[in-house]
């Protein structure tokens, strides 16, 4: 039975869905900066923010769990906002920063950098990684548009997975020539947020806002655009120049989020199908969408990590790939079916 709904109808559902999940998103930061291996109690965790007196409750609150929070969220936002960018850019349903090489080329730039200099300082890290991320997403879309039929989303899936696969393989030799590489970054590889740098966060921050409004600027167009090329052109979209955007964007947020939090896979795949179900086809629903459940994601990701196996915690990577990799099949699947 087909169910009709007007326009101001889906408005609504749209408003409130986002409504749902902020309030996700916000008892997941309340239950981040809560729970910890101190256990401090609520009125104790308020005052921090009111009546901070430098006490190691209050350390630990303001200077540990709030950064790691913060990181989380914005890191969540940024990845998945970048999966639904490359998704519309693309016209493929398995277009990810994971999967097309980015972040598989901003961490193999790290980790060159961490052993051939021998440093982790913030703003190289920071600047090595979007270099390394916008390596990568050219060779891959070169490299796809050498196969029969040009840049399909067929070819462009197979060229990141050879080049993850190639990318990755030179990363886990240079960590084997090198143990001190290996022990500056074998939790950053793995996508962890423990021990994040708040100053690194702040060095990036500017550069994600940028992304994100770069991303929202971009929704129009990018509707138009997930029409076909031909009719973007026939309607007078500058495609060259909006493609050009799109591809900056998403090296900026997937770069920065590498940057903080190392090679977090699945949630830019995960979630822009999430926001698409909710919001629908409209990218200036879809964006919004994917930031807020994005942020969500990780959170709540991290928290779990946090707790699964404590007082240890696994890197928020492994969660969110034991999410992902599920639905990777059933997307692959589906892609198949379709042929």
């Known amino acids: 039975m087909n169910i009709n ?7 609504y559902i749209r408003i409130f869905s986002l409504g749902i999940g902020i309030l996700i998103v916000l008892l997941g930061i309340f239950a981040s900066i809560s729970y ?15 009546n901070y007196d430098d006490s190691t409750e209050h350390i630990i609150i303001r200077s ?16 998945a906002i970048a999966g639904a960018l490359m998704q519309g850019l693309t016209q493929n349903p398995l277009a990810a920063p994971g999967i097309l090489g980015i972040n598989a080329g901003a961490a193999l730039a790290v980790v060159t950098v961490v052993f051939g200099l021998g440093t982790s300082s913030a703003p190289l890290i920071t600047l090595v990684a979007f270099i390394g991320a916008l390596i990568a997403a050219l060779a891959v879309y070169s490299l796809g548009s050498l196969g029969q ?33 290996l022990e500056e970054v074998r939790f950053w590889l793995a996508g962890s947020l423990a021990g994040r740098d708040f100053n690194l966060f702040l060095t990036v921050l500017p550069w994600m806002v940028v992304g994100l409004l770069t991303a929202f600027a971009l929704s129009r167009q990018i509707n138009v655009l997930s029409l076909g090329e031909s009719i973007a052109t026939g309607l007078g979209q500058q495609t060259g120049w909006i493609k050009l955007a799109t591809a900056s964007s998403v090296v900026i947020l997937a770069g920065s989020a590498v940057a903080l939090a190392g090679p977090i896979g699945f949630v830019g795949l995960l979630v822009p199908h999430l926001a698409r179900g909710v919001m629908g086809v409209d990218y200036r629903w879809i964006l919004p969408g994917a930031a807020v459940f994005g942020a969500g994601l990780l959170v709540w990701a991290d928290l779990a990590a946090r707790w699964l196996i404590r007082p240890q915690e696994l890197p928020v990577g492994v969660m969110t790939a034991l999410l992902g990799a599920p639905f990777l099949l059933y997307l692959v699947r589906w892609q198949v079916k379709r042929g």
């Open 36 to 50: 910890g291996a101190a256990d401090i109690p609520i009125a104790k965790i308020l005052t921090a923010f009111i």
């Open 5 to 11: 709904i007007s326009n101001s109808e889906k408005y």
């Open 64 to 79: 540990m769990r709030l950064p790691r929070t913060l990181i989380a969220s914005m890191v969540g936002a940024s990845l």
């Open 149 to 181: 039929g040009g840049s399909t989303s067929l070819n462009l899936t197979i060229a990141g997975a050879a080049l993850t696969a190639l990318l990755s393989s030179i990363t886990t030799g240079i960590l084997i020539l090198s143990d001190r590489t």
